[in-house]
């Protein structure tokens, strides 16, 4: 049984960091895009941003980048690092993945999801 689980959410004020993860069991993720998304209160899932396994390669939607970077820490593990965070980043984080060939900007490509963590930023 293929597993995410994602750890690190919690309460910070705004300009903080906070340090997301996420551990996978059940298979190996080296050629799955491994991917973050967040939910917050009443709007959609959005993409947050991905990192591919064999090359290291990442992404970022444009409401993040240049202060959230993703990093492979372990196998089968992967980070996410929020800088300077704001209090429109407040949202359920995700981690899922998607097998390599997805279209890994939407939801529809990943196969896998984590249970989600709460990330609150305070102004």
């Known amino acids: 049984q293929v597993q995410l689980v994602e750890s690190g959410g919690g309460l910070v004020q705004a300009g903080g960091s906070l340090k997301l993860s996420c551990a996978g069991s059940?298979?190996?993720?080296?050629?799955?895009?491994m991917g973050w998304f967040r939910q917050a209160p009443g709007k959609e899932r959005e993409f947050v941003g991905m990192?591919?396994?064999?090359?290291?390669?990442t992404s970022f939607a444009d409401s993040v980048k240049g202060r959230f970077t993703i990093s492979r820490d372990a196998v089968n593990k992967v980070s996410l690092q929020m800088n300077s965070l704001k209090p429109e980043d407040t949202a359920v984080y995700y981690c899922a993945a998607a097998p390599f060939g997805s279209t890994w900007t939407t939801e529809s490509g990943y196969d896998y999801w984590g249970q989600g963590t709460q990330v609150t930023v305070s102004s």
């Open positions: 059940g298979r190996v993720f080296s050629t799955y895009y």
């Open positions: 990192i591919y396994w064999s090359t290291d390669s």
